[in-house]
C-alpha cells in the first residue's frame, strides 16, 4: 500500500509592524553602545549572520534583549538582508517581529529591506502596506523594491502605474527600477511600454553602464514578444558582459526553439573566455535533446564533470532527459546511470528519469515502477511527475493504473491543475475510453487550448469527427484565440481518419487567421492531404512553401512514398540533398519505406549503408524494420533473419512482427513460428503476435494449431481488433465493421453490392477464398468475403457519390487479397478511381489497376 502524507502549510509569522510610532527612540542609548558585552554580543550576531547561521543569530539577539542590551537598527537590517539573502523568509518575519517589539523605528534602510523580504516570499500585500506606511521616507530604493515586488509577483500593471508614481513623486530612477520596470514589460501586452523604457534608458545611459539592465532588455525582447532580433542586438552591444548575458542568451534560445543558435552561441562563449555555469550547460544538454546531437550532449557531459557540476540535480535531470531522447535504440541505460549518480533526489530529478521512461512504451512500466519508489523514499511527486505517469499509463494502455494514480493526484489537491487534466485526457482517449475522456475534460475547471486540443484528438483518433469538431466550435466560442499549434492539433487530427473535407474547411480558417506563411502549419498541411488520399493537393501546398526544412522534405517524402509512388519520392530525396539540407533519421523511414513498398533491394541497401557513412545517423530500431521488411516481402526471408541476428541491439516486437508477416505472405511456417514466439515473448499481452501467427497456420490449412491458438488467447483474455472502414461523405464520416446491417442505408447497400459482384465476376473477378481464414465451406467463404468493411464503404461511396468524384475509404487493418483485387475491377465496371488507405499504405485503383502493381 501506497501511503501519500502531505506536509502540513508553514504557521504565519507574526504580522507587520503597527503604526509607526515618532516618539520611539532612532539610536539607542550612548551607555549601551560603550557596554563591552554589547559589542562582544554584537560582533557574535554579526559573524552568525553573515556566515548564514540566521537562528543562532536571533538567539544571540534575545539573549541582548533580555540583558537590557537594546540593539540598533544596523543589526536589526543585518539580520533581514540575511533572511533574504539565505532564503529563510519565516526566520526574516521572525526578526520584524523582533523589530516590532523594540523601542526603535525603522529607518528606510530596515523598512527597505522588509519590502524586499515580503517581495520574495510573495506576499505582496504586507510589502504594499510597510511601502504605504512609509510616507515621506520612501526614497529611490523603496521605490524600485516596490516595483519588483509587483513584477515579481506577475502584477506587471501595478509594477507600471508604480514606476509612473515614482516618477511624479520626484524620484529619478535607478539600474533597478529600470530593470525591475523592464521585467514587468516581458510581456505580449506591455511591449510597447518596454520600447518606450528602452528610450529611456539609452537616455540616461545606464545601458553602457550595468550588466542588469542589458540582461533585463534581452528578456523583454526575447520572452515579452519573440523578437530575438533586438536581444540579440543589446547582446552585442552591452560593453562589459560577465557568464550571466550569455547564460541568458543561451537559456532563451534553447526555450524558444531557437536550438542550434544556442548551441552556436555557446561555443562563442567559450572561445570567448567565459565560464559556462550550470545554468549554461542545463540549457545547452536541453537544446541537444530537441536537436537530438547525442554526440555534442556528450561532450557537455563531459565538461559538466571537468567544472565539478556531475552531481548538480538540475544540470543531472537535463542530461537524464538528453540520453532519453537521444538513445539511438530508445535504450535509458545511460539516463539510469546519470540518475544513479545524482546524490540527492528531489522531485525534479525523479521526475525527469520518469519522464525518459515514459516516452517509449519499452520503458513505461519502468516509469511506474520509479514511481513506487519515488513515494517510498518520500518524495512528493509534483503536477508534472502525474503528467507523465499518464502518458506511461497511455503507451500501456493501462488506464486502471492510470485510475489509481489519479486517486493520489486527488489527495495531492491537484486534480484541478490544466497538464494533470489534460494528460489524464489523452490516456483515456489512447485507451479508446472517450466516455471517460469526455468526462474528464468537462470536470476540467480551467480549460486551455491544450485542453480542447488533447479532445479533440481524442476524438479523431477515436473515429468521431462530429464530436472533434463540435469541440473545436466550442473554442471558437470561448474566445480563445487559436495558435498555429491548435490548428496543426486539428489538422493531424482530421488527417487521422482522412477527414478531408474538414481539413479543408480547418485549411480555410488557417488562412483566414494569417498562419498561410507559417512552416509549421505548411508542413502539418502537407502531411494532412498526403494521409487524406489527395496527394496532388499536398504537392500543391508543398510547391508554394517560401522555406523548405527537413521536416518539410520529410513529409513530402513519405506521402509519395506511402501513395506507391517509390521512384517520385527517391527523386525528391535526392533533390533535397542536393538542396544542402541534411536528412534526419524520419526522413530515413520514409526513403527505405519507398525502397520497401516497390521491393528496390538494391537501392535500400544503398540507402541503408549511407545513413551512418555519410550523415552520422546510426540506424535504429525502425530503420531495421524497413529493412527487415524490405527483404521478407521480396521472398528473401533468410537475408532478413540474418540482418535481424547481426542488429547492434536487441530485436523488438515491431521487427519479430515485420518477419512474422512476410512469413505469412510467402508461408514459411518455421520461420513464422519462430517470429512469432519472438512477439509474444516481448509483448505477452498484445494479441498482435497470436493473431499472425493463426493467420499463418490458418492460410496452410493447419486448423487444429488455429484452435488451440484461439484457446489460449480466450484463456489469456486477449481480444482481435475488429476490422472497419470509413468513407466521408459531405462532412459527415459513415463508418462500417463486418457484416455491418447498422447503418440506415444497410439494405440499399447490400443490395447494390450483390449487383456489384455479379458485374464485376462477368468481366473475370473470382473470390479469393484463401483470404478467409476460418475452417468452413468455400461457399460460406465467398459469403464472409461479401462482408468485409471496405467493400461495403466503397458500396456506399458508389451509391452517395457521382462520377467522376473520387471515392476513398480507410481501413484500420491491412486490406485482404480480395478486397484488392474486388477492388481493381470494380474501379474499371464503374469507371470510377477508388483510393484506398489501410493500415500500411495508399493502394490507388484505376481502371483496373492498382498503383501498388499488386506488390503489397
Not at 524620484?171 to 525591475?180: I, L, M, R, S, W
Not at 519515488?374 to 518524495?379: F, L, N
Not at 479533440?456 to 484565440?481: L, M, P, R, W, Y
Not at 474486388?822 to 484505376?846: C, G, P, Q, T, W
Request: hydrophobic fraction near 40%; charge should be negative.
Amino acid at each position: 500500500m501506497i501511503n501519500l502524507s502531505l506536509p502540513s502549510p508553514a504557521n504565519l509569522l507574526p504580522p507587520p509592524p503597527k503604526t509607526l510610532n515618532p516618539s520611539r527612540q532612532k539610536t539607542p542609548p550612548t551607555q549601551t553602545l560603550k557596554n563591552p558585552n554589547f559589542e562582544h554580543l554584537k560582533t557574535r550576531l554579526i559573524h552568525q549572520a553573515s556566515v548564514g547561521h540566521l537562528r543562532q543569530a536571533i538567539s544571540t539577539l534575545d539573549l541582548m534583549t533580555q540583558q537590557g542590551l537594546t540593539p540598533d537598527l544596523f543589526t536589526y537590517s543585518l539580520l533581514l538582508k540575511s533572511s533574504i539573502r539565505t532564503r529563510q523568509f519565516h526566520l526574516g518575519k521572525l526578526v520584524h517581529a523582533r523589530l516590532s517589539e523594540s523601542q526603535l523605528e525603522p529607518d528606510s534602510v530596515s523598512l527597505n529591506s522588509l519590502i524586499s523580504l515580503y517581495s520574495k516570499n510573495n506576499d505582496w500585500v504586507t510589502a504594499n502596506t510597510i511601502f504605504e506606511n512609509m510616507g515621506e521616507r520612501r526614497d529611490v530604493v523603496s521605490w524600485s523594491a516596490m516595483i519588483s515586488c509587483f513584477s515579481h509577483n506577475d502584477m506587471e500593471s501595478k509594477a507600471i502605474s508604480t514606476f509612473v508614481k515614482m516618477l511624479e513623486f520626484g524620484e529619478y530612477p535607478n539600474q533597478f527600477g529600470f530593470a525591475a520596470m523592464i521585467r514587468a514589460c516581458s510581456n505580449a501586452e506591455n511591449a510597447w511600454i518596454g520600447d518606450v523604457i528602452f528610450g529611456f534608458v539609452i537616455k540616461t545611459g545606464y545601458f553602457e553602464s550595468d550588466v542588469c539592465i542589458g540582461c533585463a532588455l534581452i528578456e523583454m525582447f526575447a520572452k515579452g514578444s519573440g523578437d530575438f532580433d533586438s536581444a540579440k542586438k543589446v547582446f552585442d552591444r552591452m560593453p562589459d558582459k560577465n557568464s550571466v548575458p550569455w547564460t541568458l542568451m543561451i537559456t532563451r534560445y534553447s526555450q524558444m526553439g531557437n536550438r542550434k543558435e544556442a548551441v552556436e552561441l555557446f561555443i562563442n562563449m567559450v572561445e570567448s573566455g567565459y565560464m559556462p555555469d550550470k545554468f549554461t550547460f542545463t540549457s545547452l544538454v536541453s537544446a541537444c535533446a530537441e536537436l537530438g546531437l547525442l554526440s555534442f550532449g556528450q561532450q557537455l557531459h563531459a565538461q559538466v564533470v571537468k567544472y565539478g557540476l556531475a552531481f548538480d540535480v538540475c544540470v543531472g535531470c537535463s542530461l537524464v532527459d538528453m540520453y532519453a531522447k537521444c538513445a539511438e535504440d530508445g535504450s535509458m541505460v545511460n539516463s539510469r546511470k546519470v540518475f544513479d549518480l545524482i546524490p540527492d533526489h528531489n522531485v525534479i530529478s525523479w521526475t525527469s528519469i520518469i519522464t525518459g521512461c515514459g516516452q517509449s512504451r519499452k520503458h513505461s512500466k519502468e516509469a511506474i515502477e520509479l514511481y513506487c519508489r519515488m513515494i517510498e523514499d518520500q518524495v512528493l511527486p509534483n503536477h508534472f511527475t502525474f503528467s507523465s505517469l499518464f502518458k506511461a499509463c497511455s503507451n500501456l494502455s493501462d488506464p486502471a493504473t492510470g485510475e489509481q494514480i489519479y486517486a493520489h493526484v486527488v489527495k495531492m489537491g491537484l486534480a484541478a491543475v490544466n497538464c494533470v487534466g489534460n494528460a489524464l485526457i489523452s490516456m483515456y482517449a489512447r485507451s479508446g475510453r472517450m466516455e471517460d475522456a469526455r468526462k474528464a475534460f468537462d470536470i476540467l475547471f480551467e480549460k486551455n487550448l491544450v485542453s480542447y486540443s488533447t479532445i479533440v484528438d481524442g476524438c479523431t483518433k477515436n473515429i468521431d469527427s462530429n464530436e472533434a469538431f463540435g469541440v473545436f466550435h466550442q473554442i471558437e466560442d470561448t474566445g480563445f484565440v487559436l495558435d498555429s499549434f491548435t490548428f496543426a492539433s486539428l489538422l493531424s487530427g482530421a488527417a487521422s481518419i482522412g477527414a478531408v473535407a474538414k481539413g479543408e474547411q480547418i485549411h480555410a480558417r488557417l488562412l483566414k487567421a494569417g498562419f498561410e506563411s507559417n512552416q509549421h502549419i505548411a508542413n502539418t498541411l502537407v502531411s494532412m492531404y498526403s494521409r487524406c488520399g489527395n496527394m496532388e493537393a499536398a504537392l500543391r501546398v508543398y510547391s508554394k512553401m517560401e522555406r523548405l526544412n527537413v521536416v518539410s522534405w520529410t513529409s513530402i517524402i513519405t506521402g509519395l512514398a506511402k501513395h506507391g509512388f517509390a521512384t517520385r519520392a527517391l527523386e525528391m530525396f535526392q533533390e533535397m540533398l542536393n538542396a544542402g539540407i541534411k536528412p534526419n533519421e524520419v526522413t530515413y523511414i520514409a526513403v527505405l519505406s519507398a525502397c520497401s513498398y516497390v521491393g528496390m533491394i538494391d537501392e535500400g541497401w544503398k540507402h541503408f549503408n549511407s545513413m551512418y557513412k555519410e550523415y552520422g545517423i546510426s540506424p535504429r530500431m525502425e530503420h531495421y524494420a524497413c529493412m527487415v521488411d524490405l527483404l521478407g516481402r521480396s521472398g528473401f526471408l533468410e537475408e532478413a533473419m540474418q540482418l535481424i541476428n547481426s542488429m547492434p541491439f536487441e530485436a523488438d516486437a515491431l521487427v519479430w512482427r515485420t518477419l512474422l508477416g512476410a512469413c505469412r505472405v510467402h508461408g514459411n511456417i518455421a520461420l513464422g513460428k519462430q517470429a512469432a514466439e519472438m512477439v509474444i515473448e516481448k509483448e505477452p499481452n498484445d494479441s498482435a503476435g497470436y493473431i499472425l501467427l493463426s493467420n499463418l497456420y490458418a492460410s496452410v490449412g493447419q486448423w487444429n494449431e488455429v484452435a488451440e491458438i484461439r484457446k489460449t488467447m480466450k484463456k489469456k483474455n486477449l481480444g482481435k481488433e475488429v476490422g472497419s472502414s470509413w468513407i466521408e461523405i459531405e462532412n459527415t464520416v459513415h463508418k462500417f465493421h463486418v457484416g455491418d446491417t447498422s447503418h440506415p442505408q444497410a439494405e440499399e447497400i447490400y443490395k447494390e453490392l450483390d449487383q456489384l459482384v455479379t458485374e464485376i465476376k462477368e468481366v473475370g473477378y473470382v473470390p479469393d477464398t484463401s483470404s478467409v481464414l476460418q475452417d468452413v465451406e468455400d461457399e460460406q467463404k465467398e459469403e464472409f468475403l461479401l462482408q468485409h468493411s471496405e467493400k461495403i464503404a466503397v458500396t456506399f461511396g458508389l451509391i452517395n457519390t457521382s462520377k467522376p468524384k473520387r471515392i476513398t475509404v480507410f481501413k484500420n487493418l491491412r486490406v485482404c487479397g480480395d478486397c484488392h483485387n474486388a477492388m481493381k475491377y470494380i474501379s474499371m465496371v464503374k469507371e470510377r478511381e477508388i483510393v484506398l488507405r489501410d493500415s500500411n499504405r495508399f493502394h490507388h485503383f484505376k481502371n483496373g489497376i492498382c498503383s501498388c502493381n499488386d506488390y503489397w
